[in-house]
């Protein structure tokens, strides 16, 4: 739980009644590999904190084909957040790479808290705007930056994750083939 907590204030002071209050509502849950946290089509509810593992969050295509949209590695938070903001079912999936020990809570109670503890509406938009600006960088290094430029980026961001999961899933992630990664990594040899 103390990661947890460390986690949470790096965005903002919140006073300890209101963290308090905020992590009675986050239960522990374990997920096994290849457990789905949030399933397409389905509305999310819930929301959780990666204690350790290993997530990524796809998007599949009518034929199948996944695109990766997002890796969550300790410490993060993940949800289907379009899912829990309108409450219309969600377009993406949610996948446990690895064995994960999660820190799950209901996203209606979180909100519930903000009448009486306004600092955990402040650490909500807080984090929001973080995850924005990530989402953002991501978005136009896709339009801006060809493949090389992009697989890069990744390694700087994220250091050591290519080793823990299938190059398909680092292509799919940087918007390539497998072949072109090959290539790219041949290159920097």
């Known amino acids: 739980m103390q990661s947890f907590i460390n986690y949470l204030l790096q965005f903002t002071e919140v006073p300890e009644s209101s963290l308090h209050a905020l992590l009675k509502l986050f239960k522990p849950i374990h997920l096994k590999k290849n457990e789905l946290y949030a399933r397409s089509g389905q509305e999310a509810r819930k929301l959780a904190f990666i204690e ?94 060809d493949a090389s430029e992009r697989y890069a980026l990744f390694q700087k961001e994220h250091p050591g994750l290519e080793n823990q999961i299938t190059q398909y899933q680092v292509a799919s992630y940087l918007g390539i083939t497998p072949t072109q990664l090959s290539r790219i990594r041949a290159k920097k040899q």
């Open 52 to 145: 350790s593992g290993l997530m990524r969050a796809y998007y599949q295509n009518h034929e199948g084909e996944e695109f990766n949209k997002i890796f969550f590695t300790t410490p993060s938070i993940v949800g289907a957040y379009t899912s829990l903001i309108t409450k219309e079912k969600n377009n993406i999936n949610i996948e446990c790479l690895t064995d994960c020990g999660l820190l799950d809570a209901d996203f209606q109670s979180i909100l519930d808290l903000y009448e009486e503890h306004p600092k955990i509406e402040r650490l909500n938009r807080t984090m929001a705007e973080d995850f924005f600006v990530k989402k953002e960088k991501r978005e136009i290094s896709l339009v801006m930056n």
